[in-house]
C-alpha cells in the first residue's frame, strides 16, 4: 500500500486509571503515514479509515507503536487507549472535559454538567463513573429532567422522553447548580453573550486568565452548548 498522503497526524497514547476511567499519563506522537499505523490495529479500525475514533491496545500493540514511532511510554499495568490529537488538545491549559471527575476529586473543578437526550447511555456511563465518589460524600448528584409532551424518535431510530442534565458538584457547593441554571434561563430570554460565558466558566472552576483567553477566541453557541460537557 502506498503512503499516506494526507500529511502529518498527532495521536495520543493515554494510560487509564480504572478507577475513575480518566487517562493519567500521556504520550504524544507524530504519524506520517497512516497505513503504517492502521496495520497495528489489526483491521480495527475497519469503520474509522481517518483513525478519528479511540481505541483500546494490547500489550503488543503498545510495544509496536512505541517502537514504530519512536514513543516513549511506560504505563505500567494500566489499559491504555490510542485516540487521535484534536484541536481542543492545543488549548494552553486543560480543558475539564473528560477530566471532569479527578479535577473534582482534587479541588480543582466545584461543578461539573453533563446534558443528552433521555434515555442516554453516554449518560449512564457518566453516573456510573460518578456514583461511588456521591455513595462516599465526595461529590454531591442532582438529576433534572425535562420531558417533552410526547416521545421522539432520533435519526439513529431512538425514542428519547425529553432532555436530561445530570450535574455534580463538591460538597457544600450545590448552590452552583441554580446559578448555573439560571444562566441558562436568561439566555433563553436574552440570548447567550460574553457575560454569561464568563460568569459560566467561574462556576465550572476555570480561572480569569482562562476565561479571558477563551473569550479572546470566541464563545460557543448557543446550540452546542446545550449538549456539552463541562
Known sequence: ????????????????????????????????????????????????????????????????????????????DRPVMLAAWHSGREVPYLVHTGFELPLMLEGRKPLSKFSDFYPSCVLDDVMSRFEPFVRAGHLACRIVNEPWPTPRRQ???????GIREVYFTLPGQEWRIDANRLLFEVAVERGWNDTLERLEGR?????????????????????????AAS
Open 155 to 161: 435519526r439513529d431510530g431512538t425514542v428519547t422522553l
Open 1 to 76: 500500500m502506498p503512503p499516506d498522503q494526507s500529511g502529518e497526524r498527532q495521536f495520543v497514547l493515554q494510560a487509564i486509571d480504572p478507577a475513575i476511567d480518566c487517562p493519567v499519563l500521556e504520550a504524544r506522537f507524530n504519524v506520517m503515514d497512516m497505513s503504517e499505523l492502521r496495520a497495528l490495529l489489526a483491521g480495527e479500525d475497519r469503520d474509522d479509515p481517518d483513525l478519528r475514533a479511540s481505541y483500546p491496545l494490547d500489550s503488543d500493540q503498545i510495544l509496536a507503536i512505541a517502537s514504530s514511532f519512536a514513543v516513549a511510554f511506560d504505563p505500567g
Open 203 to 227: 462556576l465550572l472552576g476555570y480561572e480569569e486568565w482562562q476565561n479571558d483567553w477563551w473569550l479572546g477566541r470566541g464563545v460557543l453557541s448557543w446550540q452546542r452548548k446545550r449538549g
